[in-house]
């Protein structure tokens, strides 16, 4: 069985930092390329980034580029997304997708 657990989301104020972890079983992990979607609030999914099943190449959209960083580790089976500088449009559930799989993903909040 596939699971996906995101965590590490929270509230943090404008300018702030978190770094989200997403936890797979299930799939061979470093096989797969991997990425991190959200939805905002009222809003539909919205791409964030992607990362290489070997973590050497990855994509950003431009409205985090240059402030998230994608990463993985192989041996843990595990995606991070650490994001800084975070802005209120940050504000979505944030959710490491396999397919049409989701887990249940993780909060994300900006907002002083």
């Known amino acids: 069985e596939i699971q996906l657990v995101e965590s590490g989301g929270g509230l943090v104020q404008p300018g702030g930092s978190l770094r989200l972890s997403c936890t797979t079983s299930g799939f061979t992990f470093s096989n797969y390329a991997m990425t991190w979607v959200r939805q905002a609030p009222g809003k539909g999914l919205e791409w964030v980034s992607t990362?290489?099943?070997?973590?050497?190449?990855?994509e950003y959209a431009n409205s985090v580029k240059g402030r998230f960083t994608i990463s993985r580790d192989n041996a843990k089976s595990t995606l991070y997304l650490q994001m800084n500088n975070l802005k209120p449009e940050d504000t979505a559930v944030y959710y490491c997708p396999f397919g049409v799989i989701r887990g249940q993903g993780t909060q994300v909040t900006v907002s002083s």
């Open positions: 990362i290489t099943g070997g973590g050497d190449h990855t």
